[in-house]
Antibody, heavy 117, light 110 residues
Framework: QVQLVESGGGVVQPGGSLRISCASSRLTFSSYGMHWVRQAPGKGLEWLAFIRYDGKYMSYGDSVKGRFVISRDNSRSILYLQMNSLRIEDTAVYYC???????????WGQGTEVIVS | QAGLTQPPSVSKGLRQTATLTCTGNSNNVGFQGAVWLQQLQGHPPKLLSYRNNNRPSGISDRFSASRSGNTASLTITGLQPEDEADYYCSAWDSSLTGWVFGGGTTLTVL
């Protein structure tokens, strides 16, 4: 079964940095675009960032532009999100999810929790 | 990032039909339509419908999506207790060059 597993979440102070990861298994990772989406406690979903299958195009949501960087290592089938200048409002569960052609947000990980406090 | 508009809550009876709406503009919903996701309490979201109102494999045909202008809709027929969940719409926004989500609708099956 195809799986995405996020890791690297934890507690960080405001202004700090954290890198979270999303490892894939049984997925042809290099043929999928990948997104990061987060969900603050008790709130809805917020799209954060996208990276194309080859890593040559990225786009970001306004709330994280200039602070977060999405990247990928296709040789290891891992997606990353480097989060800098963290704010209390970045506290959320962070999910990675896939895109292939018109099939967007098809496969999701279980999420990793980031607490900025 | 401007979001899509969804009613916060909808309540319907068992075996009834619920229609959830998602309103955007010509840059997002009106541009390429919306995707719909279901999120059960304590679980990650699950894709129900994607562009051109297609259903991923394994999704019940009780779920159907449609679009009229800048408003997308998700219709759920024969409501079951397991349909109680939060439902989110999302769309690519060509002016923002990014994805936007609706605030979500909590569906209660009475």
């Amino acid at each position: 079964q195809v799986q995405l597993v996020e890791s690297g979440g934890g507690v960080v102070q405001p202004g700090g940095s954290l890198r979270i990861s999303c490892a894939s298994s049984r997925l042809t990772f290099s043929s999928y675009g990948m997104h990061w989406v987060r969900q603050a406690p008790g709130k809805g979903l917020e799209w954060l960032a996208f990276i194309r299958y080859d890593g040559k195009y990225m786009s970001y949501g306004d709330s994280v532009k200039g602070r977060f960087v999405i990247s990928r290592d296709n040789s290891r089938s891992i997606l990353y999100l480097q989060m800098n200048s963290l704010r209390i409002e970045d506290t959320a569960v962070y999910y990675c999810t896939t895109e292939q052609n018109i099939l967007v947000f098809d496969i999701w990980g279980q999420g990793t929790e980031v607490i900025v406090s | 990032q401007a979001g899509l508009t969804q009613p916060p809550s909808v309540s319907k009876g068992l075996r009834q039909t619920a229609t959830l709406t998602c309103t955007g503009n010509s840059n997002n919903v009106g541009f390429q339509g919306a995707v719909w996701l279901q999120q059960l309490q304590g679980h990650p979201p699950k894709l129900l419908s994607y562009r051109n109102n297609n259903r991923p494999s394994g999704i019940s045909d009780r779920f159907s999506a449609s679009r009229s202008g800048n408003t997308a809709s998700l219709t759920i027929t024969g409501l079951q207790p397991e349909d109680e969940a939060d439902y989110y719409c999302s769309a690519w926004d060509s002016s923002l060059t990014g994805w936007v989500f609706g605030g979500g609708t909590t569906l209660t099956v009475l």
